[in-house]
């Protein structure tokens, strides 16, 4: 079983950036499709982006832009380059398989945005 670990958040001014980084215990190649996911405080658990095992990208319209996705090709990591980030973009970050599986979610990694 794969496990996963985020890694990256933190605290920054509006419009600045951070790097999020997913490590998965071995290879999640075998894997089609990865994702970010975000949950903001008393809200539900969103997709944000996501990249299948080709390079393949999607993105929800409020991140597109801004927000890159993409994976080492030894299939260890994903990773979530974030730009001219908002402050509605604060929120705990989570990586996991598209569509999510219970057994994946790791702790996730706290993303605040302010001034």
């Known amino acids: 079983q794969v496990q996963l670990v985020e890694s990256g958040g933190g605290l920054v001014q509006p419009g600045g950036s951070l790097r999020l980084s997913c490590a998965a215990s071995?290879?999640?190649?075998?894997?089609?499709?990865m994702g970010w996911y975000r949950q903001a405080p008393g809200k539900q658990r969103d997709l944000v982006a996501s990249?299948?095992?080709?390079?393949?990208?999607n993105y929800v319209d409020s991140v597109k832009g801004r927000f890159t996705i993409s994976r080492d090709n030894a299939g260890n990591t994903v990773y979530l380059q974030m730009d001219s980030l908002k402050p509605e973009d604060t929120a705990i970050y989570y990586c996991?398989?598209?569509?999510?599986?219970?057994?994946?979610w790791g702790q996730g990694t706290q993303v605040t945005i302010s001034s």
């Open positions: 996991n398989k598209v569509p999510p599986l219970g057994d994946l």
């Open positions: 071995r290879s999640f190649f075998s894997i089609i499709r």
């Open positions: 990249i299948t095992r080709t390079g393949s990208t």
